[in-house]
C-alpha cells in the first residue's frame, strides 16, 4: 500500500506563511494529479488546491486564491503547498492526495476526494489569531 508521507505543518500567527510537503513514492508520479485537501475538526475534508501530472494546470478552492499554491516537482516525486496570509480558519489537519490521471487535471472532479486513490496521514496547521 502507497503511503503519501505530509510534513512542514506547525503553530504560526493570522498573517504568516507555512509550506507543507509531501513526498510520493509513486512509480509513475507524473501521471497522477495530486491534490491537497484540509479537515478541521467536526468537518468534513474539505478541498484546498489540485495540480495537474506535468505541473501546467492548478485548481483552487475559492477560499484559498490568491493566498496558497501549489507545485511539484517530478523528479523528486515532491508536492508542495505554500500557504501565505494564514487565517484562522485554515486551522485543520492537511492532507495530501494522488489520483492517477494519465489525461490531467479536470478542475470539475478535482474537488471530489472520492477519486483519489492515495493518502496520506495528515500535517497539522495551527493558525493562531
Known amino acids: 500500500q502507497v503511503q503519501l508521507v505530509e510534513s512542514g505543518g506547525g503553530l504560526v500567527q493570522a498573517g504568516g506563511s507555512l509550506n507543507l510537503s509531501c513526498a510520493a513514492p509513486l512509480r509513475t508520479f507524473s501521471m497522477y494529479v495530486m491534490a491537497w485537501f484540509r479537515q478541521a475538526p467536526g468537518k468534513e475534508r474539505q478541498f484546498v488546491a489540485a495540480?495537474?501530472?506535468?505541473?501546467?494546470?492548478?485548481h483552487y478552492a475559492d477560499s484559498v486564491k490568491g493566498r496558497f499554491s501549489i507545485s511539484r516537482d517530478n523528479a523528486k516525486n515532491m508536492v508542495w503547498l505554500q500557504m501565505n496570509g494564514l487565517k484562522s480558519e485554515d486551522t485543520a489537519a492537511y492532507y495530501c492526495a494522488a489520483d492517477l490521471k494519465p489525461g490531467g487535471l479536470d478542475s470539475r472532479t478535482a474537488a471530489d476526494r472520492r477519486i483519489y486513490n492515495y493518502w496520506g496521514q495528515g500535517t497539522q496547521v495551527t493558525v493562531s489569531s
Open positions: 495540480i495537474s501530472g506535468s505541473g501546467s494546470s492548478t
